[in-house]
């Protein structure tokens, strides 16, 4: 059975550019999860998609971040105008059932700005 | 807010010898918590998880220990290879929230051979 998969891997734009991030979660999946860990620090929480619904957003850092998922299938994290800080890597995670269980992480999507 | 952190952001060990990851969390709420491993250029994987209903609980050459008093959380591995060499992070979830894992930040295990 694949995994959670991510698109790219890796990423270098400049400042001011958009950059579009795609996650497959584990078929069958219902939740999906968006996580972002900047060099050295805590992986940190962005938001959480329940099939196509936004549960949770509310580690969104600011409007230039968009996670969308269309049919409840792969999602897609769009940040415009990426700014220097936005550097880092993009989790998603998936898991079968909302609740306390295991969420399956994909390697992630390395998003360097300069 | 509420946080989960680690004592110690790095921890080296020689090949062979037990290693001892803490994590100290502060949501008294939290009810379940998580062990993830990430190696070099991987994603989490998950390791071992314990309940808080729960004091100690043992996988495959791991063992988690969890003192609700101190409200702190440990990961042990014994016999420690040159491929558990990771980044280890404890998560934590709350009771009554929507269970999403609040993560630490992380320690990083080098093991010497």
């Known amino acids: 059975e694949a995994g959670v998969t991510q698109f790219p891997s890796h990423s270098v734009i400049e400042k001011g550019q958009t950059v579009t991030l795609r996650c497959d979660p584990i078929?069958?999946?219902?939740?999906l999860y968006w996580y972002r860990r900047v060099m050295g620090k805590e992986i940190k929480f962005l938001l959480h998609f329940v099939k196509e619904s936004k549960q949770d957003e509310s580690g969104m850092p600011n409007n230039r971040f968009l996670a969308e998922r269309t049919g409840g299938t792969y999602s897609t994290l769009k940040v415009q105008p990426a700014e220097l800080e936005d550097s880092g890597v993009y989790f998603c995670a998936s898991s079968p059932q909302t609740g306390r269980n295991t969420i399956y992480f994909g390697e992630g999507s390395w998003l360097t700005v300069v | 807010g509420e946080s989960v952190g680690l004592h110690l952001p790095t921890l080296s060990v020689q090949e062979g010898d037990n290693s001892i990851i803490n994590c100290a969390y502060s949501n008294s709420a939290s009810d379940y918590f998580i062990w993830y491993k990430q190696e070099s250029g991987k994603g989490p994987q998950f390791i071992i998880d314990i309940r808080s209903n729960m004091d100690k609980r043992q996988g495959q050459r791991v063992t988690v220990l969890l003192n609700k008093t101190v409200k702190h959380l440990s990961l042990q591995i014994a016999a420690t290879q040159p491929g558990d060499s990771a980044v280890y992070f404890c998560?934590?979830?709350?009771?009554?929230?929507?269970?999403?894992?609040?993560f630490g930040r992380g320690t990083s295990l080098i093991v010497h051979p």
């Open positions: 078929s069958g999946h219902d939740n």
């Open positions: 998560a934590e979830n709350a009771a009554g929230g929507s269970y999403i894992p609040t």
